[in-house]
């Protein structure tokens, strides 16, 4: 659809449709139609397709539209042994498969934009759901592929284990979340020490051992095998891109734990994000410092984020609200009457409306929190940080991890921020607002294989949050997100110039870049993932620094070579971006 073509629309079509390049906002996010090979396919069925395995055809979509594929062959394998049939299948028949969760993902990691080809999607959230907690201590948690992690986390709750941090959006199955690895934000505060089971890394820092469909060289066949912790091919599994099948992952856990979320919103962005000779205790790295936990969100062109801070708390705090559910911001899952119809115009093309966009955002930050009574709430883990829902605006990010020492957060925050309000000011002046999302920002430390608790555990090879022996005291990650609709004029542009002012600040001594790998980078100025330089070379170099040969990017590659040589488990995306 062209940029113009949405002038005028109202605003249930802009909640329910699609604007510019992809859907805002979508009632159902799984599409409903299923058309199978004896009724209304539109395509020839894959040849000498194994009996028994559920086939259908059905579109595939990511979560901000840009990438929609029509007729896609989809199988909804009822166990890991079904996939090794659809494995083998595959080789034989000149095919690729490629495992699908729930689709919440930016990137191209399950299949780029265009056709399909000979390839085949398979469905792990149908059967691949069990789930089954291991008491003990240390305990852990066995889960197929397909299990979300809203079920999950349910399901450890009702044990009494939890994570000390997770994605938000709750509808990510646990085999997509380990393959990007997954994160959410949180550090120790100061004087905090790690409680036993749990992580201040990402999901993939937790896995005590993972099963996953592989060649057997000596069987000439794919076949299940299982992968413990200390095994050096797990380095490479553990975050694995989709370049391999994971059917099944036991995760350390440890004791669940109540956390009082506080939303804060009369912070000015300036003190916030004030330089660090002048940043005093509302400051950015002064929350972290206190609670550990923080996450900060700010629409361009208004003068306080939100600022939520998660703190343990045993008891319940007098003024907190007990929530005994997730999902506690109801009015951000949906967009209100008049930001629906500010963003319709917008995308009809009054970008000058960014602004009051912006402001009207902000402003229902601020009633909502007050109306539902949220700025101070207190529960199981599960349910303060589990908070995006399926119906939450649809935007497009770009993402990087900035690993460098705890010392230097506030340096790192205050330095993107005067970036990015004195290039969004100079867009203005020109009459071009390219970002009408907010900017996020969460810390994270990193992925230490001691968390997991297994004698000779390995690193996570390809994880964002993968610690530098040649930098020790790099001991914390900083995630910069910035948001817009997709398709807003001059946004790819934007994305290109600040990525560059990121590679070109975060460096040396000071800091190191890494994508994030679910989210936009490589930007050539018309489109993400484009740029050749950034995609073959910086991007690997990333995973090279700092590394000792033989525990890279390259023997990530290699591993992930031999133990899928066919490449079954690909795409054209990941055959360019791992060689």
Not at 64 to 93: C, K, M, Y
Not at 159 to 176: M, N, V
Not at 296 to 311: A, D, G, M, N, R
């Amino acid at each position: 659809m062209a940029h113009g073509e949405s002038r005028g629309m109202s605003r249930r079509a802009l909640l329910g449709g699609a604007v510019g390049a992809a859907a805002l906002s979508a009632v159902q996010w799984t599409p409903a139609a299923r058309l199978t090979p004896a009724g209304g396919a539109t395509m020839a069925a894959p040849p000498n397709f194994p009996a028994g395995v559920t086939l259908y055809q059905q579109v595939f979509e990511n979560w901000s539209g840009e990438i929609e594929v029509d007729g896609v062959w989809t199988a909804a394998p009822t166990g890991a042994d079904q996939i090794v049939v659809l494995a083998d299948w595959a080789h034989a028949n000149g095919w690729r498969i490629r495992p699908r969760g729930m689709s919440h993902n930016w990137s191209p990691l399950v299949v780029p934009a265009g056709a399909p080809g000979n390839v085949l999607l398979v469905d792990t959230t149908r059967h691949l759901t069990a789930v089954t907690v291991n008491p003990g201590s240390p305990a852990s948690v066995t889960a197929q592929a397909g299990v979300t992690m809203e079920s999950l986390l349910t399901v450890l709750e009702a044990a009494g284990y939890g994570l000390t941090a997770t994605p938000a959006p709750g509808d990510l199955t646990i085999g997509g979340v380990l393959a990007i690895d997954g994160h959410g934000t949180a550090v120790p505060k100061t004087g905090e020490t790690t409680t036993p089971g749990h992580t201040f890394g990402s999901v993939s820092n937790l896995v005590v051992q993972l099963k996953a469909v592989v060649w057997d060289a000596a069987a000439g066949r794919y076949a299940v095998k299982v992968f413990r912790r200390s095994d050096p091919a797990a380095a490479a599994l553990l975050v694995g891109l989709g370049r391999t099948f994971v059917t099944e992952v036991t995760l350390r856990v440890g004791a669940d734990k109540r956390l009082r979320c506080q939303s804060f919103y009369h912070i000015g962005v300036e003190t916030m994000f004030a330089p660090p000779a002048s940043a005093g205790p509302d400051s950015f790295a002064a929350h972290v410092n206190r609670t550990g936990r923080v996450e900060v969100i700010w629409f361009p062109f208004t003068t306080v984020p939100w600022l939520k801070v998660w703190s343990v708390s045993p008891s319940k705090p007098l003024l907190s609200k007990q929530v005994n559910a997730p999902y506690n911001y109801p009015f951000s899952d949906f967009l209100s009457e008049e930001a629906s119809d500010q963003l319709s115009r917008i995308v009809a093309g009054e970008a000058s409306l960014t602004p009051a966009f912006e402001n009207t955002q902000m402003a229902i930050v601020g009633s909502g929190l007050i109306v539902t009574g949220s700025w101070d709430i207190w529960g199981w883990s599960k349910n303060t940080l589990l908070y995006v829902r399926p119906t939450t605006l649809r935007v497009t990010a770009n993402g990087y991890a900035i690993l460098t020492a705890r010392n230097n957060v506030q340096r790192v925050v205050s330095e993107f921020y005067t970036y990015y309000r004195n290039a969004l000011n100079a867009y203005a002046a020109q009459g071009r607002y390219p970002m009408n999302g907010p900017l996020e920002i969460r810390v994270t430390g990193l992925d230490r294989p001691a968390d997991v608790q297994v004698a000779g555990a390995v690193s996570p090879q390809l994880s964002a949050l993968r610690p530098r022996p040649d930098h020790p005291e790099w001991d914390v990650a900083v995630w910069l997100d910035i948001l817009t609709v997709p398709g807003t004029p001059y946004s790819q542009r934007f994305y290109r110039e600040t990525e560059q002012w990121i590679l070109g600040n975060y460096t040396g001594s000071y800091a190191a870049v890494r994508p994030e790998w679910s989210k936009g980078w490589a930007y050539s100025g018309s489109a993400a993932w484009a740029d050749a330089h950034i995609r073959d070379t910086v991007v690997p170099g990333a995973y090279r620094a700092g590394r000792p040969a033989g525990d890279d990017w390259d023997a990530a590659v290699a591993t992930l070579d031999a133990l899928d040589p066919h490449r079954v488990f690909s795409n054209a995306f990941l055959d360019g971006l791992l060689g």
